[in-house]
């Protein structure tokens, strides 16, 4: 079946590129001997390959079609699990001013993480990564929340963990202007360091993979900080995907 897959996608190309010559050529260069040439020499090259002349057969276009619908159907179950959407705690409500909102759930967040941090002894830093510059208008609050409801996620399950310290959170450019990726997938990051023994560093990495909503985690490097190994430095990013089921899966690319 890969093979016939393999041989369909390959007819599928050189068809386009095919039909994309012809009209270049007809409509532009017709005349200009040149170039019905170079389309002569494509087209011989295509049939060298044995694809220009060539078709899906039954079995393997219906081997297609069934793959393509096992796809569609795990796509259905998947992208609810992992799709991201901002809780109403880290939402700005109609009526409410977007800059006066954002200070509110900051200053929540801070009394929540930072406070709470210090009370048993381990440090959080005290802005949570957020911008020396507060955001203003809806979207770029709403941009900031989402990256803020991520610390959250984060700082929960390190402190959870009996993680000794975050010591630095940050947001990524691409993420202050929108989330990276386009198309189908978007990941919207948020980067972390922080301190701790090798369990509580990996209670942290499963609270936050195992937690809902899910956050991906990416990027993590791990280094000891002693000889024994007893404690550790993690660095890591951690997103949440949004979906477009709308968008076509290779529109685009991961950004």
Do not use: C
Request: aromatic content about 4%; charged content about 25%.
């Amino acid at each position: 079946m890969d093979r016939e897959l393999r041989r369909l996608l390959i007819v599928a190309v050189a068809l386009l590129v095919v039909l994309f010559t012809g009209r270049a050529v007809i409509s532009a260069f017709w005349d200009d001997a040149e170039a019905v040439r170079q389309a002569a020499s494509i087209r011989r090259q295509l049939r060298s390959g044995g694809e220009a002349d060539s078709k899906p057969t039954p079995a393997a276009a219906s081997a297609a079609n069934a793959l393509r619908n096992d796809l569609t159907e795990s796509l259905a179950v998947l992208a609810p699990a992992i799709a991201y959407e901002r809780p109403e705690d880290f939402d700005v409500p109609p009526g409410v001013s977007p800059d006066l909102r954002y200070i509110e759930v900051v200053r929540r967040e801070q009394e929540l993480l930072v406070k709470s941090a210090a009370f048993v002894g381990r440090s959080v830093p005290s802005n949570l990564g957020m911008p020396d510059l507060n955001p203003t208008g809806l979207e770029d609050v709403l941009r900031t929340l989402q990256s803020l409801h991520i610390v959250h996620l984060v700082v929960s399950s390190a402190l959870a963990a009996g993680v000794d310290a975050v010591d630095e959170i940050r947001i990524p450019a691409a993420a202050r202007r929108q989330a990276s990726g386009s198309g189908f997938l978007r990941a919207h990051e948020v980067e972390f360091e922080l301190r701790g023994t090798p369990a509580a560093v990996r209670d942290m990495l499963a609270g936050i993979a195992e937690g809902t909503p899910y956050l991906a985690v990416d990027d993590l490097r791990i280094e000891a900080l002693d000889e024994e190994g007893g404690k550790l430095r993690a660095r890591f990013s951690a997103a949440a995907i949004t979906l477009d089921l709308e968008q076509d899966v290779l529109d685009g690319g991961q950004g």
